[in-house]
């Protein structure tokens, strides 16, 4: 009788702009000789983690490599995308040892788990681990808190009033199917601030799970893959705001893809999209842009007032050099005060 060995697969969820795409880069960059694939899934039509992640040059790195997802968050797309993405990985010739499924920063991963019962894929593979990556100064800021003072007034004044914080709700699903939290940018922190995101994330988990700090991503692989969780096998430990077949719905939030001209120097383009960031509602810019002159393409990120920018790649000769921005907000957000920002 032969035995089959399942395949595992760690999916890497978080909230807009956590770093997960800067960390599932550091594992393949770390993977030491183990074959790995990629499946990316993006919020909204426009790719960006997988061309970020394909331009990192190494060995396991490749087109081949890597699926990329951009139909919407995954949880909702899980038989017409997840899926077959999936099974394409597993028929190749030489299937990945392990697959690394890096969610959009708005989806829940408890029903891309559920996928994994599905009978056509069961036998064939397993969620070793479910790794929620956290931003750590965004917790200190408060972003995914509401005051509950503040909250009781408004219900002691307006019984009709019901609470639905959409942030709050996405990074609490992500934590309550989590089997480890990675609390990245900890040297954004001070001591005290550690502490608090430490609360904050426990208040949340229902269960015992083991938090780590991490700066840019960089964590060893033998943290996080072999977990071993088998989570698929494990849903009743993994509470969710949506019952089992109830849609997650993203009508609270909406993206944007913006051209953006040439820029004369990155700092001036990082100081047009910090400007952008200050539009009521923007959570998340990202993309890539031109400075005049330079041959490389510059990655911009904006997650709330911290804006990073670095040269990734030079620009191949074949490609137009069309700088965009892809802008993440809270449904109704002001896209045209945010592309005057960006227009300079």
């Not at 907000?329 to 300079?344: N, P, S, Y």
């Amino acid at each position: 009788m032969t035995l089959v060995t399942k395949i595992p697969c760690t999916i890497v969820t978080g909230f807009l702009g956590a770093g997960k795409t800067t960390l599932v880069r550091h594992l393949v960059e770390n993977a030491g000789g183990r074959r790995l694939a990629i499946i990316v899934n993006e919020f909204g039509d426009i790719g960006f983690d997988g061309s970020f992640l394909a331009a990192c040059g190494i060995q396991g790195c490749g087109d081949e490599d890597i699926v990329e997802l951009a139909n919407g968050c995954i949880c909702c797309t899980v038989a017409d995308d997840f899926v077959p993405a999936l099974n394409k990985l597993l028929e190749r010739a030489d299937p990945p040892e392990h697959i690394l499924i890096e969610t959009s920063g708005l989806a829940l991963p408890k029903p891309l788990v559920q996928a994994f019962l599905w009978p056509a894929i069961r036998s064939r593979v397993t969620v070793d681990g479910v790794v929620a990556v956290v931003d750590g100064p965004a917790v200190a800021s408060g972003m995914f808190a509401d005051d509950p003072a503040a909250l009781a007034d408004q219900r002691a004044a307006d019984t009709s009033v019901d609470h639905d914080n959409p942030l709050e709700e996405v990074f609490e699903d992500q934590l309550l199917c989590a089997d480890l939290v990675v609390v990245n940018k900890a040297d954004l922190l001070d001591e005290a601030a550690r502490a608090s995101v430490r609360a904050t994330i426990e208040a949340h988990l229902p269960r015992a799970v083991k938090l780590v700090e991490t700066e840019h991503g960089r964590i060893d692989p033998r943290v996080l893959l072999g977990l071993g969780a088998a989570a698929e096998d494990d849903l009743d430990a993994r509470p969710s705001h949506h019952g089992e077949g109830e849609d997650h719905d993203h009508d609270d939030f909406d993206s944007v893809a913006i051209p953006v001209a040439a820029s004369a120097t990155a700092e001036d383009l990082a100081a047009r999209v910090a400007r952008a960031t200050e539009t009521a509602g923007v959570l998340r810019i990202k993309g890539f842009a031109e400075v005049s002159g330079k041959p490389m393409r510059l990655v911009v990120q904006g997650v709330g007032t911290r804006i990073a920018h670095h040269y990734d790649r030079p620009w191949s000769r074949s490609e137009p050099r069309d700088g965009r921005l892809v802008v993440i907000g809270l449904k109704g957000f002001d896209r045209d005060a945010v592309a005057a920002a960006l227009g300079g």
